[in-house]
């Protein structure tokens, strides 16, 4: 049985070297700098999820998802509806005021925006605090077909968690499917392969519950997650907007929801 753990004994330590040998490289031909290297030459381990992690773990996700905010922003105001509405704006308010108010309407056009994106992404994470990230093991490992791992790397005795994921069993009329949850990688190693080695981590997990499929759910503005989603087999179902914000902040922003699913 796959479990929780991914590496015990000689042949994970063997794993998590040659994956460590593999980031070390993608990290010098996409960086470069004797930063990344160092930060590299330690032992990669997933494992799951303990109490002592959890002030570090809030930080990560709570960060990951508020970066998310300026992205969302950018995306809306550059789509070409809102660079006219801008314009148009800023034409309304030269001709109904003066220079003035023709850089005050589309300032207080893109000030909405902006708080429409913070408050979409904040609020998720101000609720997830709240509810299931208060308690990880009651909510992620209680259960015999859910988990919770956090993926670390040890240099000179110091544990940095660098990514987490969880995995949730649910119902689906009469099969038994893997939810994918909070799936964040801390920007100092993102374009390495953590984000596939983990993911497959869940994928693995899956197939060893006999789980049928693995689903999860994502934002439009998160694109290189679904590109990594869609490299691994994933593949859209659909998209909504029925969640936690309130209607015309989704509207506003732009974002759509993506439901994605690989079939085991």
């Known amino acids: 049985m796959f479990g929780c753990w991914c590496a015990t004994g000689f042949l994970s330590r063997l794993k998590c070297a040659v994956a460590q040998k593999r980031l070390k490289n993608t990290a010098l031909t996409h960086h470069g700098s004797d930063s990344f290297t160092a930060f590299l030459i330690m032992l990669l381990l997933i494992r799951r999820y303990q109490p002592k992690d ?15 905010i300026h992205p969302c922003f950018q995306n809306a105001m550059t789509s070409p509806l809102y660079i006219f509405i801008s314009l148009t704006l800023c034409v309304v308010g030269y001709l109904v005021g003066s220079l003035f108010v023709a850089v005050l309407f589309p300032a207080a056009w893109a000030t909405l925006i902006y708080y429409c994106s913070y408050k979409l992404f904040d609020d998720y994470v101000q609720e997830r605090l709240r509810t299931d990230m208060q308690d990880i093991i009651g909510n992620y490992l209680s259960r015999p077909g859910d988990c919770f791992w956090v993926a670390e790397a040890e240099q000179d005795g110091k544990t940095q968690i660098l990514g987490i994921v969880a995995v ?15 799936m964040i990688i801390s920007p100092k190693c993102r374009r390495m392969g953590l984000g596939k080695k983990m993911t497959q981590t869940v994928i693995d997990f899956c197939k060893d519950q006999g789980f049928s499929k693995v689903v999860l759910e994502t934002t439009s503005t998160q694109m290189a997650a679904v590109a990594l989603y869609k490299k691994l087999g994933f593949k859209l179902m659909l998209t909504h907007r029925d969640t936690h914000a309130a209607p015309w902040i989704f509207l506003l922003t732009r974002v759509t929801i993506l439901k994605m699913e690989k079939t085991l």
């Open 54 to 68: 959890k002030d570090v773990v809030l930080t990560l996700f709570s960060d990951g998802i508020r970066e998310h």
């Open 168 to 182: 949730m069993a649910k119902q689906s009329g009469k099969e038994k499917v893997g939810e994918l949850f909070r």
